[in-house]
């Protein structure tokens, strides 16, 4: 069962080393994983984490582990509150010039956005949930496949009435 777990840590280089720690003592396999610096609270970063868990029972105890964290400030299981998830992947499609025109009605109802042409091949850009961009990726694999880089997930909770009462930032907040 695969789970999105969206952490806010303190800015340390130790912090991800911890995580990954409880990741590897449960051995939890980690699918994708995204950090960056929180715009708004340049000493603490969002931590993004798509793991593979056998249960809800080991993803409950997961959940408790990390939230035990020292440099872990917040933990929040996106799969359960109903989190918005995307990933980014650039795939680069052997493309004749005799097909090519085929290839791009295919990337149409993708979105997908050609980033790149060459003689040969034409590089696609799109975003998603992780199953458009599998499903993308199948559609155009037969033409023949060059290249692919994903991003992994990024993801936060959708706004609800338990969040309601966050506090809300601008850009010119502290």
Same mark, same amino acid.
Request: hydrophobic residues 40%.
């Given at each position: 069962?695969?789970?999105?777990?969206?952490?806010?840590?303190?800015?340390?280089?130790? %912090?991800?080393?911890?995580?990954?720690?409880?990741?590897?003592?449960? =051995?939890? =396999?980690?699918?994708?994983?995204?950090?960056?610096?929180?715009?708004?609270?340049?000493?603490?970063?969002?931590?993004?984490?798509?793991?593979?868990?056998?249960?809800?029972?080991?993803?409950?105890?997961?959940?408790? =582990?990390?939230?035990?964290?020292?440099?872990?400030?917040?933990?929040?299981?996106?799969?359960?509150?109903?989190?918005?998830?995307?990933?980014?992947?650039?795939?680069?499609?052997?493309?004749?010039?005799?097909?090519?025109?085929?290839?791009?009605?295919?990337?149409?109802?993708?979105?997908?956005?050609?980033?790149?042409?060459?003689?040969? %091949?034409?590089?696609?850009?799109?975003?998603?949930?992780?199953?458009?961009?599998?499903?993308?990726?199948?559609?155009?694999?037969?033409?023949?496949?060059?290249?692919?880089?994903?991003?992994?997930?990024? %993801?936060?909770?959708?706004?609800?009435?338990?969040?309601?009462?966050?506090?809300?930032?601008?850009?010119?907040?502290?």
């Amino acid at each position: 069962m695969k789970k999105v777990v969206h952490l806010l840590t303190n800015n340390e280089t130790s %912090a991800l080393s911890r995580i990954l720690g409880v990741l590897s003592k449960r =051995q939890c =396999q980690v699918e994708s994983l995204s950090v960056t610096s929180d715009v708004f609270k340049p000493h603490f970063s969002n931590v993004t984490l798509v793991t593979d868990v056998r249960s809800e029972e080991e993803a409950s105890l997961l959940i408790k =582990q990390l939230d035990k964290l020292i440099d872990v400030v917040e933990v929040k299981d996106l799969s359960i509150k109903g989190g918005v998830a995307r990933e980014l992947a650039l795939v680069k499609v052997v493309s004749p010039s005799d097909i090519r025109s085929e290839i791009i009605s295919l990337a149409e109802p993708f979105r997908a956005s050609i980033i790149d042409v060459s003689r040969d %091949a034409l590089t696609f850009e799109l975003t998603g949930k992780s199953e458009k961009i599998d499903a993308f990726i199948e559609l155009v694999k037969p033409y023949g496949i060059k290249e692919v880089s994903r991003t992994g997930a990024v %993801a936060f909770i959708r706004n609800d009435k338990e969040d309601s009462s966050s506090k809300e930032y601008s850009l010119t907040s502290n």
